[in-house]
């Protein structure tokens, strides 16, 4: 890899986890039922793999936990998933299209199921998302917790997911297709 390219991928990690940072902050600030915590891990997976985007979502975890929401830290190893996860549905394909609501919900369930018994097991359901008030509704109406947890984390992590999804390919779309190609030839040298 030459200079040029560790440079880019750098800059576009730093945007990414950017991104993961104010999106949470703007989730944790209006109580949203949604993370907005992975926008720039799907970026990053979209257009460097799973290995960077997976780098991406730990570092905007850590940053976030020690800066304005610690519950963050605990919720890394969903952003772990999410990298690799996400990075390997856009090289399947399942990103892109009629395949991509099929492809969000692939990579959307293992991350729901981590962050279910982590949210479950750690917090009792109550965490600094809005996504807890979903949780306490549930439990009046003597939903047991672990299944009120399990139930709004499958809703809101594929609400969030898909969004992310849509957020990205709007962006990538955006960009300059020889910026494009640029990203598609690094992957091509990586695998080939």
């Given at each position: 890899?030459?200079?040029?390219?560790?440079?880019?991928?750098?800059?576009?990690?730093?945007?990414?986890?950017?991104?993961?940072?104010?999106?949470?902050?703007?989730?944790?600030?209006?109580?949203?039922?949604?993370?907005?915590?992975?926008?720039?891990?799907?970026?990053?997976?979209?257009?460097?793999?799973?290995?960077?985007?997976?780098?991406?979502?730990?570092?905007?975890?850590?940053?976030?936990?020690?800066?304005?929401?610690?519950?963050?830290?605990?919720?890394?190893?969903?952003?772990i998933s999410t990298g690799i996860l996400?990075?390997?549905?856009?090289?399947?394909?399942?990103?892109?299209?009629?395949?991509?609501?099929?492809?969000?919900?692939?990579?959307?369930?293992?991350?729901?199921?981590?962050?279910?018994?982590?949210?479950?097991?750690?917090?009792?359901?109550?965490?600094?998302?809005?996504?807890?008030?979903?949780?306490?509704?549930?439990?009046?109406?003597?939903?047991?917790?672990?299944?009120?947890?399990?139930?709004?984390?499958?809703?809101?992590?594929?609400?969030?997911?898909?969004?992310?999804?849509?957020?990205?390919?709007?962006?990538?779309?955006?960009?300059?297709?020889?910026?494009?190609?640029?990203?598609?030839?690094?992957?091509?040298?990586?695998?080939?």
């Amino acid at each position: 890899m030459n200079k040029s390219m560790n440079t880019r991928n750098l800059t576009l990690m730093a945007m990414g986890i950017s991104l993961n940072i104010i999106g949470a902050l703007i989730a944790l600030t209006l109580r949203l039922p949604i993370y907005l915590d992975s926008i720039g891990t799907i970026l990053v997976a979209c257009l460097l793999g799973p290995k960077f985007a997976v780098m991406t979502g730990v570092c905007g975890s850590l940053v976030s936990g020690m800066t304005f929401d610690p519950y963050s830290l605990y919720f890394a190893p969903v952003q772990i998933s999410t990298g690799i996860l996400a990075g390997l549905m856009y090289e399947k394909g399942f990103l892109s299209g009629k395949k991509t609501p099929f492809g969000v919900f692939i990579f959307t369930l293992p991350t729901s199921i981590i962050s279910a018994v982590i949210a479950a097991f750690l917090f009792g359901g109550v965490t600094s998302s809005g996504s807890s008030y979903i949780v306490q509704i549930l439990s009046h109406f003597n939903v047991p917790m672990v299944v009120s947890v399990f139930i709004t984390q499958v809703c809101t992590d594929y609400a969030d997911k898909f969004l992310a999804v849509v957020l990205v390919a709007l962006g990538v779309a955006a960009l300059p297709k020889s910026y494009k190609l640029s990203f598609k030839q690094k992957v091509n040298e990586q695998h080939g």
